[in-house]
């Protein structure tokens, strides 16, 4: 199931901004997409695929995104999923050495005022 909403922004290739996940539905304003607006203090502009190591990273700087939580539509993040991610904790992992792949063609244009294309190119999964 695709989210009928209007996709707005460019992607850091210069394209339209493509949907990063409709399940689990992501994206700051649960669209699927990693466009922000104003409301998004945290930028959650990068669409990357999940792995363990990242995961384990990102819990052990206060933020579990493996562990489910029903009461607010989370399911929980496995390896292989696809999810809006702040940029400054993609910058962060990308300093520790456990970035997880990005697609870029769904990571918004925004997202390069954090690291280089030539950065986001090196670490692209599509």
């Given at each position: 199931m695709k989210p009928s909403?209007?996709?707005?922004?460019?992607?850091?290739?210069?394209g339209e901004l493509q949907i990063c996940s409709a399940n689990p539905l992501t994206g700051f304003y649960?669209?699927?997409?990693?466009r922000t607006g104003s409301e998004d203090h945290g930028l959650h502009t990068v669409?990357?695929?999940?792995t363990e190591e990242f995961l384990e990273f990102s819990q052990s700087r206060g933020n579990d995104?493996?562990?489910p939580h029903p009461e607010f539509g989370f399911p929980g993040l496995l390896p292989g999923d696809r999810w809006c991610l702040c940029a400054l904790r993609w910058v962060e992992?990308?300093?520790?050495g456990c970035a997880p792949r990005l697609m870029l063609a769904a990571t918004h244009g925004s997202m390069l005022e954090f690291a280089t294309l030539e950065v986001l190119k090196a670490h692209a999964a599509d």
């Open positions: 909403v209007k996709i707005t922004g460019r992607n850091v290739l210069g649960r669209d699927g997409c990693c669409c990357v695929v999940m995104l493996s562990t992992a990308l300093e520790a």
